[in-house]
Nanobody, 123 residues
Framework: QVQLVESGGGLVQTGDSLTLSCSVS????????WGWFRQAPGKVREFVAA????????DYADSVRGRFEITRDNAKNTLTLQMNNLKPEPAAAYYC????????????????WGQGTQVTVSS
C-alpha cells in the first residue's frame, strides 16, 4: 500500500525558516521523481519544487527559487522541503507527490499524493 505522509507544517513568522518532510512507504522511492505542491483556500494547487530520481535535476517555482530547497534521502525514503525567508501569505496546505517517472517531466504526471501539512506565515 503506497503511503505518503507530510509533516512539519505550522504557524511561523515572516522571515522564519521551516522544514517539511514527506515519509514514503509501500513503493520503491528511489525509482521516481518527487515534488512539492501547495494550495491556498479558493486557489488552484500550484507547483513548488521537484527533484529527479537521484537528484540530478531540481526545479523550483519562480516565487520560491533561491529561498526553498528540495532534497531527498533515498536510504530513508524521505522527501524534504527546506523553506527559508518565509513571506506573509494566506495559509496553504503543502503536499508531496510522486511522479510516474524518474525525471520531473510534466506536472500532470504526478499520480500519488499525501494528505498535506498546513503552513501559515504571519506578518
Amino acid at each position: 500500500q503506497v503511503q505518503l505522509v507530510e509533516s512539519g507544517g505550522g504557524l511561523v513568522q515572516t522571515g522564519d525558516s521551516l522544514t517539511l518532510s514527506c515519509s514514503v512507504s509501500g513503493i520503491t522511492f528511489d525509482n521516481y521523481a518527487w515534488g512539492w505542491f501547495r494550495q491556498a483556500p479558493g486557489k488552484v494547487r500550484e507547483f513548488v519544487a521537484a527533484v529527479s530520481w537521484i537528484a540530478i535535476a531540481r526545479d523550483y517555482a519562480d516565487s520560491v527559487r533561491g529561498r526553498f530547497e528540495i532534497t531527498r534521502d533515498n536510504a530513508k525514503n524521505t522527501l524534504t522541503l527546506q523553506m527559508n525567508n518565509l513571506k506573509p501569505e494566506p495559509a496553504a496546505a503543502y503536499y508531496c507527490a510522486k511522479q510516474k517517472y524518474r525525471y520531473i517531466g510534466s506536472l500532470s504526471d504526478f499520480d500519488f499524493w499525501g494528505q498535506g501539512t498546513q503552513v501559515t506565515v504571519s506578518s
